[in-house]
């Protein structure tokens, strides 16, 4: 059983990493933090935000490394099907019908298309 969190490097993706371990330890399971970035750098960031709020939260953390191309929805979703997985986690900002529109939006294809349920949260 896991808490699956899709990361993107923003602050609503920080916070979602933090609801995904409040969830984890609610649920008394391992959160999987998806998504996280190639560059090392950053992955190091990630890394120990994610090692923070699991240690604080008292549960096991795993992370999975973003694909080499595409904004990694496709796995993500891949991922989310899994057996085992109880909650996605996500983290949302506000955007206008227009910029939705013009743009698309990574978040809502998530929210559409997830087979478990999705906790989504804003920054």
Do not use: C, W
């Amino acid at each position: 059983m896991s808490v699956l969190v899709f990361y993107r490097s923003t602050p609503e993706g920080a916070e979602a990493v933090r609801a995904g371990a409040v969830q984890a330890a609610f649920h008394r399971t391992e959160l999987v933090v998806h998504n996280v970035p190639l560059d090392a750098a950053e992955a190091e960031e990630v890394v120990a935000l994610a090692s923070g709020a699991a240690a604080g939260a008292g549960v096991e953390l795993l992370t999975v490394l973003a694909p080499e191309s595409g904004d990694g929805v496709d796995d993500f979703l891949a991922a989310a099907g899994e057996p085992g997985v109880d909650l996605l986690v996500l983290g949302i900002r506000h955007r206008t019908p227009v910029g939705k529109l013009i743009l698309g939006s990574t978040e809502q294809q998530v929210l559409l298309d997830a087979p478990r349920p999705v906790l989504a949260v804003k920054a």
